[in-house]
């Protein structure tokens, strides 16, 4: 049986797309092995394969980083592996040397336009470090995974390597789930439910507008579930004036929790501006998250998300991030039952087709082909 150690620098709890990687892997025949680090609040796992998650000194910032790669590094190179898969950026380093050290098979799967988060735009120093990294590495690999097209041409372009697309779509659900009601979900009854939800509800991603259009929002609560840099502002915000009453905070949770409650919500947001090369490409997570759940959506115009919305007329988009105009945009919505009914069913039938059992094909072509 092959060995695949596959590295992460999250806590692996609410990291769906490399759930889904190792859950493909395992059911091809691979002996997987997922590592991460542990956090103070971080969730019990369960999963198919084995888990190795790191107790490190520092939680944030360089020194966290230093210390994260260097244990990485030492884990690598004392285990058997086939093949080693690196997710983002920040694991590639230690990855790649081994890789090269012990003449294993790497694959890197990069979330996104990692060098251009906002993060990096803020401090030029960490980002030419970051962007260093990357440059050493990049040219020299060969088996290149990214979340969309737009990524995948920005890298190509850049360092001339075929990069595979590998859409972050949820399984299609064939098991059978018991359907919540919003009172056993502790949400009112007599309101419509706006989600937004993320593991990353971080500054420009619109979620500090979606909560100040919910003063002018009528008949409905913003649920807001998740975590991320700006939520603690969001939680003073909801104790102001008219958003009192008006806003629901949920932590983080197993994703089976979450979508428990995107089902019962009417419309998903994904708000995302357009500040940076990184969120101008980005194609969320929760959108398809939203489509897997049949309801309707309200988004930001990003150039893959456009795509989506469009192409599968499941919502609509914001021409601005005016908290007026999305107000404004929600209550039309809400107040046009026909549409959100058939916005409903064009998820429910694109979830058909924005699945991982189609999505990890591509996966298998390359693993069965690897260099």
């Known amino acids: 049986m092959k060995k695949a150690i596959v590295s992460v620098s999250n806590d692996l709890v609410s990291d769906q797309r490399v759930g889904k990687v190792c859950t493909s892997l395992h059911n091809m025949g691979y002996e997987v092995l997922l590592v991460g680090r542990k956090l103070p609040n971080s969730l019990a796992l369960n999963r198919k394969y084995r888990t190795k998650r790191m107790s490190l ?11 994260f790669m260097f244990r990485l590094f030492l884990f690598l190179v004392f285990r058997k592996a086939d093949v080693l898969v690196s997710n983002d950026l920040d694991t590639l380093l230690p990855n790649y040397l081994v890789s090269k050290l012990k003449g294993v098979k790497l694959v890197y799967d990069t979330h996104e336009y990692f060098t251009e988060v906002p993060e990096l735009q803020r401090n030029p120093v960490k980002k030419r470090i970051w962007k260093s990294v990357e440059n050493f590495i990049f040219p020299k690999l060969k088996n ?13 372009t850049e360092y001339k390597v075929k990069v595979n697309v590998l859409r972050n779509v949820p399984r299609i659900n064939t098991s059978t789930f018991k359907q919540f009601s919003k009172e056993e979900l502790g949400l009112p009854a007599d309101k419509k439910i706006i989600i937004l939800q993320g593991a990353g509800i971080n500054i420009d991603r619109g979620a500090e507008e979606a909560l100040a259009a919910m003063e002018w929002v009528n008949d409905a609560v913003l649920l807001i579930i998740g975590n991320g840099d700006v939520l603690e502002f969001l939680k003073e915000k909801a104790q102001e004036g008219k958003l009192k009453n008006k806003i629901i905070f949920k932590p983080k949770m197993h994703y089976q929790n979450l979508m428990d409650y995107t089902r019962v919500a009417n419309i998903g947001l994904t708000l995302d501006k357009d500040s940076n090369i990184n969120y101008r490409y980005s194609l969320p997570n929760k959108l398809f998250d939203y489509i897997s759940a049949g309801i309707a959506i309200l988004a ?20 601005s991030h005016n908290p007026k ?12 039952e026909n549409n959100l009914l058939r916005y409903k069913q064009n998820s429910l039938n694109a979830a058909e087709v924005l699945c991982w059992e189609n999505e990890e094909k591509i996966l298998m072509e390359v693993y069965n082909a690897l260099q």
């Not at 000194?57 to 210390?67: C, D, I, S, V």
């Not at 456009?306 to 499941?314: C, F, N, P, T, W």
């Not at 105009?325 to 046009?336: P, S, T």
């Open 144 to 156: 290149v995974f990214t979340v969309n097209d737009s990524i995948a041409n920005l890298y190509e």
């Open 300 to 319: 930001s115009p990003l150039v893959e998300v456009k795509r989506i919305v469009i192409e599968y007329q499941v919502g609509e988009l914001v021409n």
């Open 325 to 336: 105009h999305i107000a404004e945009q929600l209550n039309n919505m809400l107040a046009n």
């Open 57 to 67: 000194l520092f939680k944030t910032g360089p020194l966290f980083y230093a210390e």
